[in-house]
């Protein structure tokens, strides 16, 4: 889930990256853990 409360496109098992549909922030799936990479360029 991202901060805006959108859900990421991330999968169940393993690592990945998915942006938020209405913010194009980018997160990260690493080690079972989601972090926030950054915010969109304006």
Known sequence: ???HGERLDLPL???GEARCSATN???RLLDGRVEFIDCAEA
């Open 13 to 15: 098992a393993g690592d």
């Open 25 to 27: 922030e980018r997160y």
């Open 1 to 3: 889930m991202s901060r």
